[in-house]
């Protein structure tokens, strides 16, 4: 392989045209730079300057170095600033999050995109447990979790926290136990999870989310609420699942006594270091959660 700070040194001397003036330009002595050349005529085999007492010229394997060198040169030069770059707002971020997350961070980082369009926004919902492990493999730059990932590669720190909500269809005054085993329960991915934090510590009579008829399941968030507006249960969600429902009227959002929130986690690779991108988008998220 040839050895590009020779091939500096090399190229530099052509376009200089002389031995002396060269070595001030690279801070060398003149016998340094003879000998690189020297060096590199010794390992290519070929003569590559036709030397003339203190002057020289090129031959003809010197001239085709040069040509194809430079162009080399340049290219090594371009690609090493290139990876030096570091700009927040060009590169590929990578995020993944819970649905209801989503519903609300997603649309604001699509108007940070278009606002610079050179960076490119791959988001991606999934539970908790996915999550974790796209942040442990790398696969992904940015979690956002409800619950505090044990894996010893993640680190989570608590930035937000987000409303659970009972949801009923419109006509619903009063969510006592005898209505809600009446409605039967719309299910979806979190919601054993999300019904048990919620109605175990606002109705006596729950024990488990088993206890209601099941009436239907979506894994899709912006459909749970279909059914719930259609009059066919009732459900538990995160409050800005609910917020992004289009038809607000359709259904019914109660407060219960004891009020219950889920801790939002921001999840990251322990040993990564965060390039300029990635801290942009974790700003505007802190923004919009004002954490």
Same mark, same amino acid.
């Given at each position: 392989?040839? /050895?590009?700070?020779? &091939? ?17 330009? &690279?801070?060398?002595? =003149? ?28 031959? *003809? ?5 040069? /040509? ?7 290219? &090594? ?39 610079? =369009? ?9 539970? /908790? ?16 979790? $409800?619950?505090?990932?044990? #894996?010893? *590669? ?13 949801? $009923? ?6 969510? *006592? ?9 719309? *299910? ?30 979506? /894994? ?45 986690? #921001? ?12 801290? $942009? ?11």
């Amino acid at each position: 392989m040839l /050895n590009t700070t020779w &091939l500096r040194t090399y190229c530099t001397l052509v376009e200089v045209g002389h031995f002396t003036r060269t070595a001030e330009r &690279l801070h060398m002595t =003149q016998s340094g730079v003879s000998q690189q050349v020297r060096k590199l005529e010794e390992q290519l085999g070929v003569e590559l300057l036709v030397r003339r007492g203190k002057g020289f010229s090129l031959s *003809d394997a010197g001239e085709r170095l040069y /040509n194809e060198a430079r162009d080399i040169l340049y290219a &090594l030069s371009a690609l090493e600033q290139r990876i030096g770059e570091d700009p927040p707002y060009k590169g590929l971020v990578r995020l993944m999050s819970p649905g209801s997350v989503g519903l609300k961070l997603y649309p604001h980082l699509l108007a940070l995109q278009q606002q610079h =369009q050179e960076l490119i926004i791959d988001y991606r919902f999934a539970p /908790n447990s996915d999550i974790e492990h796209a942040v442990a493999d790398s696969k992904v730059d940015i979690g956002l979790m $409800t619950s505090c990932s044990n #894996l010893a *590669d993640v680190t989570c720190q608590a930035v937000a926290t987000e409303p659970l909500l009972l949801v $009923t269809p419109e006509d619903v005054m009063e969510p *006592d136990w005898k209505t809600l085993m009446a409605l039967g329960f719309i *299910d979806h991915p979190d919601g054993s999870h999300h019904a048990g934090l919620l109605l175990s510590a606002n109705y006596p009579e729950f024990q488990h989310y088993g206890q209601f008829q099941k009436k239907g399941f979506s /894994n899709q968030i912006s459909l749970i609420l279909e059914p719930v507006s259609m009059g066919l249960g009732f459900t538990v969600l995160p409050a800005y699942a609910v917020e992004a429902f289009p038809k607000p009227g359709r259904i019914k959002v109660h407060s219960l006594a004891q009020p219950v929130s889920e801790t939002l986690y #921001l999840c990251l690779q322990r040993r990564k270091t965060l390039p300029k991108r990635v801290e $942009t988008a974790i700003s505007e998220a802190k923004q919009l959660w004002s954490f």
